[in-house]
T-cell receptor, first 115, second 112 residues
Framework: EPEVTQTPSHQVTQMGQEVILRCVPI?????FYWYRQILGQKVEFLVS????????KSEIFDDQFSVERPDGSNFTLKIRSTKLEDSAMYFC?????????????FGSGTRLTVV | AQSVTQLDSQVPVFEEAPVELRCNYS??????LFWYVQYPNQGLQLLLK??????LVKGINGFEAEFNKSQTSFHLRKPSVHISDTAEYFC??????????FGKGTKLTVNP
């Protein structure tokens, strides 16, 4: 069964450093998403991406965050200058189309620890 | 805007016992409701979803959920759990936009 692949599974970074989280969505999917879960809290929507543009973003997704699909297969989330409060599990997801009939396929997540 | 509440953060049960994981939602628009499961070190996997029609929805691994509009609930049930059902379960809602709004999750532990 096709999978969404996220790398690395765990990343430790120093406060203030830039970090890039990588995702390989399912090959025929067109819509891409990032969610995050701070330990003990809810899974929260960050951003959706379609046709090389952000289609929706949450208030969490400020200027420190950016997304990119650099080569037609990878989908990356960059945090420019990490803060302690960015420590969380980050999930990538993709869908073949827009609308609830298309289920999300989630990756297994990247645990980001900012020290 | 939607919100999703999962009242129980942890639910311990014995193997072969029935289980119910509770989920309540609030929304100013029509919502679609989902249950996801996360096994250790794995991604979020869709268990079942309610889009419209019959309020009783059957999913994978013997789970089912009932949409109750008057009580704004979407509780997940299984009549007899197995050790392998030990995981974290997330209720989620979608309505008015692409994004999913999740509850905080319920850790189900099935003991022998």
């Amino acid at each position: 069964e096709p999978e969404v692949t996220q790398t690395p599974s765990h990343q430790v970074t120093q406060m203030g450093q830039e970090v890039i989280l990588r995702c390989v969505p399912i090959s025929n999917h067109l819509y891409f998403y990032w969610y995050r879960q701070i330990l003990g809290q809810k899974v929260e929507f960050l951003v959706s991406f379609y046709n090389n543009e952000i289609s929706e973003k949450s208030e969490i997704f400020d200027d420190q965050f950016s997304v990119e699909r650099p080569d037609g297969s990878n989908f990356t989330l960059k945090i420019r200058s990490t803060k302690l409060e960015d420590s969380a599990m980050y999930f990538c997801a993709s869908t073949p189309g827009q609308g609830v009939a298309y289920g999300y396929t989630f990756g297994s997540g990247t645990r980001l620890t900012v020290v | 805007a939607q919100s999703v509440t999962q009242l129980d953060s942890q639910v311990p049960v014995f193997e072969e016992a029935p289980v119910e994981l509770r989920c309540n939602y609030s929304s100013s628009v029509s919502v679609y409701l989902f249950w996801y499961v996360q096994y250790p070190n794995q991604g979020l996997q869709l268990l079942l979803k309610y889009l419209s029609g019959s309020t009783l929805v059957k999913g994978i691994n013997g789970f089912e959920a009932e949409f109750n509009k008057s009580q704004t609930s979407f509780h997940l049930r299984k009549p007899s759990v197995h050790i392998s059902d030990t995981a974290e379960y997330f209720c989620a809602a979608q309505g008015g936009s692409e994004k999913l709004v999740f509850g905080k999750g319920t850790k189900l532990t099935v003991n022998p």
